[in-house]
């Protein structure tokens, strides 16, 4: 298990470049802080925002993972 629960989560998902245009411009940003006050930011972007939502959900997944072997690890990862 990780050290320390789960204190708070934000997900925010915008069209960066609103409806009327395409590309790659759905964004997702996802904030996780633990109770021990470990935290991490992660984003991608992606033309699809399910996708986007997918891709910035697996890096948190690998950041819990990596707090199992280094419990102090805080971190912001970008797009990409």
Do not use: F, Y
């Not at 990780?2 to 997900?11: A, C, K, R, T």
């Not at 411009?25 to 939502?53: F, G, P, Q, T, Y």
């Amino acid at each position: 298990a990780v050290q320390g629960e789960l204190s708070s989560v934000l997900v925010r998902v915008t069209d960066v470049n609103g409806p009327e245009h395409g590309g790659i411009d759905k964004h997702c940003m996802i904030a996780v802080r633990l109770s021990n006050s470990a935290a991490a930011v992660v984003d991608d972007v992606h033309s699809d925002a399910r996708e986007a939502v997918r891709l910035a959900t697996g890096k948190i997944e690998r950041w819990l993972r990596m707090r199992k072997e280094h419990p102090a690890l805080s971190m912001r990862l970008h797009k990409g």
